[in-house]
């Protein structure tokens, strides 16, 4: 049997902008900005985006086009049948089932919001509603909505569907966005939230920095969807001839212009409607949304819906790249028939759902803290395995199709997945992982010489990527 490829040149494109764009732009991205200071956490997010986001896509994006697998038989047949690079395969097809598991219970709430708007449910009081509707048996009602409709699009086969969502999906989130910034910039008070979402606070960052990091990291991870082997997936449909540092360019750009949006329009409304920024949590899109439409009568309520079923438009077409992926792996490596594999998946994601729509502690444990750890964990690993296990041959698989700038950066990008990124994903890792275990690491006295703790972790870091630069050298590697 030949393997698909996208049937359209812009095919591939539109899904990967379509799994890219989705609740981490609009929901995600303001939760953690307002949670970690701001214009601060933005510059961060948006350096990482340039130095490790764009870099990680392509990396992703060849193990994906030169293997033709799924991220399980990828990594296992470019490494010559290796069963731990299987293994590591296997960790970002979990992942995803974790991810999505918490997805669609934020899928739900937008299922809610989309009709609460029609019958005016939160008008009353668009501030509390959030908080009376996120957890308990109605959310995993609203969850089950979300999902069944995922597996409907997964189990008919993802392709067709997901090319034309996005091509409405794009244009429709950026209009609605537009207008309604322009709107909420009539308001009092909405140059105050766009001062803390724009203007940058070089002291907050330093003084921050190593707080905000990780959160930061996890983000430009879960919003490209990289790190989980989503895209590993989506690149392994693809034909030599398109340009990856291109697409993988163009994907960020695009993604990220979304999730700047959502902070254009999410701040000024939270300052001009008086609402607390930090407090909002995960509920911070949905409160401060919710305030604007209710201030609108009827209007409101047609723009509310509209609204929100645009995001859940964005929100399906990366939910089902996730489903996609233990799927696509139960078909491909398992054998198992679509039907029985997406069956299988669901019903597991049923079981994670209902847990992440327990309360709202172990909601962020999956939605929070795992995502931070796993998907820079899934990165550093796919990375390390582009520079020193594929090493020339992802350089060969970089080049097919570039143009002669994006060529002229194949070496410098493949020495720069090979070695600072997976030490600085992994210094990153490491600190979040010590911070969630409360344990603080002290200044460390090595013969006489005093090094503070973050020394420390990053020298754990330097010396976990040497081990592992050490035992993956083949004769194709970059040295
Ligand atoms: N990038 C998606 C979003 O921003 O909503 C979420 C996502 C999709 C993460 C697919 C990971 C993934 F594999």
Not at 93 to 113: A, E, I, N, Q
Not at 139 to 155: D, E, Q, R
């Amino acid at each position: 049997m030949t393997r698909e490829t996208w049937k359209t040149q812009v095919g591939f494109i539109l899904a990967a902008v379509g799994s890219a764009v989705g609740l981490g732009n609009v929901w995600r991205f303001p939760w953690m900005t307002a949670n970690n200071g701001g214009s601060a956490f933005l510059l961060l997010y948006l350096c990482i985006i340039v130095l490790v986001g764009v870099p990680g896509l392509l990396g992703a994006f060849v193990i994906g086009r030169r293997s033709k697998r799924n991220p399980v038989g990828a990594l296992r047949s470019l490494s010559g049948g290796s069963r731990l690079w299987g293994a590591f395969g296997l960790l970002a097809v979990c992942t995803t089932v974790l991810l999505v598991s918490f997805y669609t219970v934020v899928g739900g709430w937008f299922v809610r919001y989309t009709a609460a708007s029609v019958t005016g449910g939160y008008f009353a009081q668009p501030g509390a509603y959030f908080g009376s509707v996120s957890y308990g048996l109605p959310a995993f009602g609203f969850a089950l909505i979300f999902l069944a409709a995922t597996a409907a699009i997964v189990y008919g086969g993802v392709e067709r569907g997901i090319e034309r969502a996005t091509k409405v999906m794009m244009p429709a989130i950026v209009v609605l966005l537009v207008a309604l910034i322009a709107w909420t910039f009539t308001r009092p008070g909405s140059m105050e939230g766009l001062t803390f979402f724009l203007s940058p606070d070089l002291a907050y960052l330093r003084t921050h920095f190593l707080d905000i990091l990780p959160a930061a990291v996890g983000q430009a991870m879960f919003t490209l969807s990289v790190g989980t082997g989503t895209m590993i997936t989506y690149a392994s449909y693809l034909g030599e001839e398109r340009s990856l540092p291109f697409d993988a360019t163009t994907i960020a750009v695009l993604n990220t212009a979304v999730g700047v949006l959502a902070g254009l329009l999410v701040f000024p409304l939270l300052f001009s409607f008086g609402l607390d920024v930090g407090s909002g949590g995960p509920g911070a899109i949905f409160v401060s949304v919710a305030s604007a439409f209710s201030t609108l009568g009827l209007v409101g309520r047609a723009l509310g819906a509209v609204f929100f079923a645009v995001v859940l438009l964005a929100a399906l077409s990366s939910s089902i790249s996730m489903l996609e992926i233990p799927v696509a792996y139960l078909v491909d490596e398992r054998d198992v028939s679509r039907g029985r594999a997406t069956g299988i998946m669901t019903g597991i994601v049923v079981v994670g759902a209902a847990i992440c729509a327990l309360d709202a502690s172990v909601f962020s444990l999956f939605a929070d803290t795992l995502v931070n750890l796993l998907m820079p964990t899934g990165l550093a690993g796919f990375l390390l395995f582009v520079g020193w296990v594929l090493g020339k041959n992802a350089l060969s698989e970089y080049e097919a199709g570039a143009g002669p700038l994006g060529r002229a950066l194949g070496s410098p990008w493949l020495l720069f997945v090979g070695v600072p990124i997976p030490i600085f994903l992994l210094f990153t890792v490491i600190s979040r992982l010590l911070t969630t275990l409360g344990v603080s690491v002290a200044p460390l006295s090595v013969l006489g010489v005093t090094v503070a703790s973050s020394t420390a972790v990053l020298a754990a870091a330097v010396v976990l990527t040497a081990i592992a630069v050490l035992g993956l050298r083949r004769p194709d590697s970059v040295f």
